[in-house]
Structures are given as structure tokens and as C-alpha cells.
């Protein structure tokens, strides 16, 4: 069984200061962790995605997010926030038997202050 | 590559009434998924096809719901008679054949969703 936890449903933060939404994981088997993003009136876009190797892991648009097996968990980051951030993010998790179905969190929506 | 579409994008129907919803996902994606979100929680998944065959449908939450995937190629998704607690938006997503080493293997490419509302 699986599930995921985001602290925050909503996180509030200033154009340019940092972003960080939490996520923490919990999976009988090694997992596989997501980052999606859905902007408004769009889809979920991957952001980035942790299978195997390196922990810290890089995504589209200056996101990153580290893997912390001991933590359980997956935390995004961004040093800057810009005014186009503005979104709902979810972070999510399958097992690493590839094609599993995808386990996700409630959600945190972003808002970035000018 | 065209990605995975969803028509339609909004649907508001009555109590009571049938909608199908429609999924085409990326062309040679053999892997399908359903997954819906209710307001205010969590994406859900629902169903998992493996070209035509449903290779996971523990999600489904009734037999009000019946999904298909005729030929393996699109998809439908039928909520029949629909009931208040089936408002949400549902997502559908694609991903590759096992073990074809393309780029994405292990990853599920989501449409844009469709917004149905129960009234």
C-alpha cells in the first residue's frame, strides 16, 4: 500500500523568495516519486521524477526535489519564485515494478505575491 | 506527438442522466489509466487498461461505472445513472509498452482532464 502527505493545501510566498512544499511518502516497496503541476485550466504536467540514482533531482523550470529514504521524503524547491509559479502541485508515488498505478497527494496550490 | 486528449472538456448533466466520457491517448501507448479527482481531494485512480484488456480496475468506485477500450486504441469512461458524488474532474493518461526502453517509459502522460458536474 501506498500513500503521500503534503503539509500545506495552500502555500503563500513572495516573487523571488524561495518555495518550498513538502511531501512525505509512505510505500511497502521502493517507490517511484512524482511531482506533477497543473496550472489553471490546463493538465498535470511532470515536473520532475525520482526512479533510481541520484537523489537530488532537477526538473522543468528551476524545480528540484531530493529524495530522503531515512526522512520518507520527497520535498520540492525552487530558490526563486516568479509570478508564473502561481499553480496546484501534487506530489505523487507507484512502485518501482514499472506501470503501477500512480498514488497521489491532496495538493498544494502555490500563490506568489508580487 | 499529439498528446492525450479528453472530450469533452466540461459536461453538466442532470441526476439520473448517462455521460461518457472519451480518452485518446498517445499514439502506440499501450498503457491507459483513469483517475479522478473530487472536489477538495485527491486524484483517485480507477482503472488501468493494457491495450484492450483491464489489467487493474480496483479503483472503480461502483457498477455505475464502466469503462472500455475497444481495439486498444481511445477509451471511454460511461457513469450511468450519474449521481451527485460523481461531479469531479477525470483524468485519463497514457504510458508505453512494458519494457520498450522508449524515453517516459515509467512515466504516465495525463490528458486535460474532463470537468463533469451533477446537478
Known amino acids: 500500500a501506498q500513500s503521500v502527505t503534503q503539509l500545506g493545501s495552500h502555500v503563500s510566498v513572495s516573487e523571488g523568495a524561495l518555495v518550498l512544499l513538502r511531501c512525505n511518502y509512505s510505500?511497502?516497496?521502493?517507490?517511484?516519486l512524482f511531482w506533477y503541476v497543473q496550472y489553471p485550466n490546463q493538465g498535470l504536467q511532470l515536473l520532475l521524477k525520482?526512479?533510481?540514482?541520484?537523489?537530488l533531482v532537477k526538473g522543468i523550470n528551476g524545480f528540484e526535489a531530493e529524495f530522503k529514504k531515512s526522512e520518507t521524503s520527497f520535498h520540492l524547491t525552487k530558490p526563486s519564485a516568479h509570478m508564473s509559479d502561481a499553480a496546484e502541485y501534487f506530489c505523487?508515488?507507484?512502485?518501482?515494478?514499472?506501470?503501477?498505478?500512480?498514488?497521489f497527494g491532496t495538493g498544494t496550490k502555490l500563490q506568489v505575491i508580487p | 506527438e499529439a498528446g492525450v486528449t479528453q472530450f469533452p472538456s466540461h459536461s453538466v448533466i442532470e441526476k439520473g442522466q448517462t455521460v461518457t466520457l472519451r480518452c485518446d491517448p498517445i499514439?502506440?501507448?499501450?498503457?491507459l489509466y483513469w483517475y479522478r479527482r473530487v472536489m477538495g481531494k485527491e486524484i483517485k485512480f480507477l482503472l488501468h487498461f493494457v491495450k484492450e484488456s483491464k489489467q487493474d480496475e480496483s479503483g472503480m468506485p461502483n457498477n455505475r461505472f464502466l469503462a472500455e477500450r475497444t481495439g486498444g486504441t481511445y477509451s471511454t469512461l460511461k457513469v450511468q445513472p450519474a449521481e451527485l458524488e460523481d461531479s469531479g474532474v477525470y483524468f485519463c493518461a497514457s504510458s508505453p509498452p512494458v519494457g520498450s526502453g522508449r524515453v517516459g517509459s515509467y512515466e504516465q502522460y495525463f490528458g486535460p482532464g474532463t470537468r463533469l458536474t451533477v446537478t
Open positions: 525520482y526512479t533510481t540514482g541520484a537523489t
Open positions: 505523487a508515488v507507484s512502485g518501482s515494478w514499472g506501470y503501477q498505478k500512480v498514488t
Open positions: 510505500s511497502s516497496v521502493p517507490p517511484y
Open positions: 499514439s502506440g501507448h499501450d498503457n
